[in-house]
C-alpha cells in the first residue's frame, strides 16, 4: 500500500501563531476622524505662522560678484583674467546696510548653474582616504577616475572630481569707522557640520611628527595651487583633510543653485553684530564661472532657531494647515447632510 503525501507543519494552536492576541482596531466615525482633521490643521497653521514671521525678521544681503562682461561690475577684469586662466586677481564691492545686522551674521558664498547633484561628480572621491587610511592615500578608489593619479603615476591625495573642484575665492571685510576702514574679523571655526569634522574626516598619521612627509608620495589636485597639508599653514588644527573649507566644499549640493557657509561675525568689536554704515569687500576672484554661465555671489544673513531665511518652510505649513481645516469642514458637511438624510429615513 503505498504511502500517503507527508503531513506538512502546522503552528501551534496559541494565540500568537493563530492571530488571536488582543488589538485594539479604530473605528473612523466622524466624531474621532474630524477633532483630528481640525486639530492637525491648526497646530500646522500655528507652526507655519511662527516659521514665516520668524523667517521675516531674518535680515539678508546679497552681492553678485561674478563680473559678466559688459556688465560694468567693478569684478569684470577679474573674471576675464581668471576665464584665461590667470588667478590671484583682486576686486573690491562698497555696500551700505540700511540697518544694523544683529549677530551672529553669518557669511555665505553662492554658485548657480552648478550641478553637484550629477552622479559622476557625486561619488567622484574616496571617503577611506578622507578619513586618513594610509592605503587609499596612496591607492586611491577607482571612482576617482579622472583625478585618481597625476601624469607621473603618483596618487591625487584628495583624489577626485569634487575635491578638484574645491572653491578657492576668499573674502576680506572692512567697515568704514572715523574715516577709516577697519577689518571686521571672520571666524572660520565651526562652519562645518560636527559628524564632518569630527568623524567623517581625518588627516592621515604624520611621519616623524610631519603632516607633510605623510603626503610625500602623493600629488596635489590639478586645479589646486599647494598641496593638502599647506591649506592652513598658521593652524595645524585646520589644515589638510580636516581643513573646514574643504570640509564645508565635499559636502555637495542637491540643487544647481546653492550656498555655503564661509564665515561667522560674532568677535570682538562685531560681537552684537554688524552695525549700520558703510563696508568694503576685498574678494581675491580665482574661482572661474562663466565658462557655464554660472554666477557668484556673497550673502550676508542673520538667524533666528529656525536657522537661516527660508520662507518656503512657513508656505508650506500654512498650505498643509488650510487644506487640513478645509477638509475637515466638507467632511463636516456630508456628515451632516447624510446623517439628516439618513434620519428621515428612517422615519
Request: aromatic residues 12%; contains cysteine.
Amino acid at each position: 500500500m503505498a504511502a500517503g503525501p507527508p503531513a506538512r507543519n502546522k503552528p501551534d494552536n496559541t494565540a500568537f501563531t493563530q492571530q488571536r492576541l488582543p488589538a485594539w482596531q479604530p473605528l473612523l466615525s466622524a466624531g474621532t476622524a474630524l477633532p483630528l482633521f481640525f486639530c492637525a490643521g491648526l497646530a500646522c497653521l500655528a507652526l507655519g505662522l511662527g516659521l514665516h514671521f520668524s523667517s521675516a525678521t531674518i535680515r539678508e544681503l546679497e552681492l553678485d560678484y561674478t563680473g559678466a562682461p559688459g556688465s560694468g561690475h567693478n569684478c569684470s577684469a577679474c573674471a576675464n583674467a581668471s576665464r584665461a586662466g590667470a588667478g590671484g586677481c583682486t576686486c573690491s564691492l562698497l555696500f551700505l546696510l540700511d540697518e544694523p545686522f544683529p549677530g551672529p551674521v553669518c557669511l555665505y558664498y553662492e554658485l548657480s548653474n552648478y550641478y553637484q547633484n550629477h552622479r559622476r561628480y557625486g561619488v567622484s572621491r574616496d571617503d577611506s582616504q578622507l578619513s586618513g587610511d594610509a592605503a587609499a592615500l596612496t591607492s586611491p578608489a577607482s571612482e576617482c577616475s579622472p583625478f585618481r593619479v597625476d601624469p607621473q603615476g603618483l596618487p591625487i591625495a584628495p583624489c577626485g572630481a569634487i575635491a578638484n573642484s574645491l572653491f578657492n575665492d576668499s573674502f576680506a571685510l572692512y567697515h568704514l569707522l572715523n574715516g577709516t576702514f577697519q577689518a571686521v574679523p571672520l571666524d572660520s571655526r565651526g562652519i562645518s557640520w560636527w559628524t564632518d569634522s569630527n568623524i567623517k574626516f581625518s588627516n592621515p598619521e604624520p611621519v616623524n611628527g610631519s603632516l607633510a612627509l605623510a603626503f610625500k608620495n602623493t600629488a596635489k589636485p590639478p586645479n589646486w595651487p599647494k598641496a593638502a597639508y599647506l591649506l592652513d599653514t598658521a593652524n595645524p588644527n585646520n589644515t589638510g583633510f580636516i581643513n573646514e573649507d574643504f570640509i564645508v566644499w565635499m559636502r555637495t549640493a542637491a540643487l544647481p543653485t546653492f550656498r555655503k557657509l564661509y564665515r561667522r561675525v560674532h568677535e570682538g568689536n562685531f560681537s552684537s553684530g554688524l552695525p549700520q554704515g558703510t563696508y568694503r569687500m576685498d574678494i581675491t576672484y580665482n574661482y572661474p564661472v562663466l565658462s557655464f554661465q554660472g554666477t557668484k555671489k556673497v550673502i550676508f544673513s542673520t538667524v533666528s532657531w529656525m536657522g537661516g531665511k527660508n520662507p518656503f518652510l512657513g508656505i508650506v505649513y500654512l498650505v498643509f494647515g488650510t487644506a487640513c481645516i478645509l477638509t475637515g469642514f466638507v467632511m463636516l458637511a456630508v456628515h451632516i447632510k447624510y446623517q439628516k438624510q439618513n434620519q428621515m429615513d428612517v422615519e
